[in-house]
């Protein structure tokens, strides 16, 4: 049986977050693999076992119990750094691990808020209008709103977390937004406002191909689809989303180009909005959460699966092999 360490925890606002994807996959893991999670924070890495913590030596892979066991597969399930944008996979790289997630350039690629947009507009995939700093004073108020209209977001471009995102009415509340993203991220990035629908929808790879999970529509009591309406119950997230059959697949299809692009493995969710019956990407999530409130397992839940028989499908895709 082959030992499978979940990458949880790691350095960002979402640790606790990440924390409760990881027991949820934990629990309803593929028969025939032993999963046991690997604690990461800057104090020291550990290995979560039942009864006790013990460390988890970087340098060999190895979980430092009585008896030691290196682990053969990774599975990271961090939302932000050093999972969620490619540093765990390198690392398991250079040790010659498989792992089943996206590659250390996709993953950073896609964790980039802006450079991710741009890439994929380079490919005639619809994103809002932006503007991209990494200093406080880079741009004017004047200049940002004549460039990108009001209302706009403000959000870390490089963190990958849901804090420090504003929505701005006004150029007087410019400044104070920029200081709140760059609390949380050493770049941020300017986005004109998109009026439409948030939908959002889940793609994943199986053996026989990829495979787009049922939409799910974001009606936040919020602003947006901040942290609180994310993962503190203030939003409705309707499952399938409210739109027609033929959105529906273009939105999915959109979905599979945007996974394919980016050469994106294992689950990744994609979110847009609609507008104009435009589908416009907002963000690329590689780790989306998956805590018991979380969005993808409503999504399989949709599609008649369940969420064992869902990551047994991934690994037996990804780890072709090996």
Known sequence: MKTVGIFCGGFSSEWE????????????????????????????????????????DLNTMIIQDEIKT???????????????????????????????????????????????????????????????????DQFSAEEIVSQLGLPL??????SGSSFGISKVKTADGIRGALEQAFQE????????FLDGTEVTCGVYRTKTGMTALPLTEIASENEFFDYNAKYLGQSQEITPARISPEMTIRVQETAKKVYSLLNLRS?????????????????????????????????????????????TEIFEAELQGN
């Open 70 to 136: 290196r682990i053969d597969v990774g599975l990271v399930y961090i939302h932000g750094d050093p999972g969620e944008n490619g540093k765990i996979q390198a690392l398991l790289e250079m040790h010659n691990i498989p792992y089943v997630n996206s590659g250390p350039l996709p993953s950073a690629l896609s964790f980039d808020k802006w450079y991710c947009n741009q890439f994929l507009n380079g490919f005639g995939i619809p994103v809002a209008k932006s503007i991209f700093t990494t200093h406080i």
């Open 267 to 311: 689950i990744a969710r994609i979110d847009f909005m609609v507008v104009d019956d435009v589908p416009h990407v907002i963000e690329v999530n590689t780790t989306p959460g998956f805590s018991p409130a979380s969005i993808v397992p409503q999504m399989i839940d949709c599609a008649g699966q369940t969420i064992t028989n869902f990551w």
């Open 153 to 158: 977001f403000v959000k870390p471009s490089d």
């Open 17 to 56: 977050i990440s924390m409760k994807s990881a027991q949820t996959i934990e629990q309803h893991f593929p028969e025939g693999y032993q999963p046991i999670r690997i604690q990461v924070s800057k104090g020291g890495w550990e290995a979560i076992l039942p009864e006790k913590r013990v460390p988890f």
């Open 185 to 192: 991220g050493r770049s941020v990035v300017i986005e004109s």
